[in-house]
């Protein structure tokens, strides 16, 4: 059993910044990807940023040269430094990881922080 554990999430005014923190914790052999995914309402969840096992991180267009991500491999935990917030990037944000336990390979969501830009 895996769990993940975010947080982080908050009101912050345009031009700001936070740092989402997401943990995954149990059986873990190994980590393939882990990264954060964002929901606006009424919309898809779409990718933010993910970082690979070997290290390679892949942003959205819209948040690169703004948003940060970062692990810590020892962990199991990954870090998203967001600055200069602007108002479009208010949404839920949830956590996802790709691990291998045991033999197998499982897909982890988390349960979601909420992110307000708003002055």
């Known amino acids: 059993q895996v769990q993940l554990v975010e947080s982080g999430g908050g009101l912050v005014q345009p031009g700001g910044s936070l740092r989402l923190s997401c943990a995954a914790s149990g059986s873990i052999s190994s980590i393939n990807n882990m990264g954060w995914y964002r929901q606006f309402p009424g919309k898809q969840r779409e990718l933010v940023a993910v970082i690979t096992s070997v290290g390679s991180i892949k942003y959205a267009d819209s948040v690169k040269g703004r948003f940060t991500l970062s692990m810590d491999n020892a962990k199991h935990t990954v870090y998203l430094q967001m600055n200069s917030l602007k108002p479009e990037d208010t949404a839920v944000y949830y956590c996802?990881?790709?691990?291998?336990?045991?033999?197998?390979?499982?897909?982890?969501w988390g349960q979601g922080t909420q992110v307000t830009v708003s002055s």
């Open positions: 996802n990881v790709d691990l291998v336990a045991g033999k197998d390979e499982f897909d982890y």
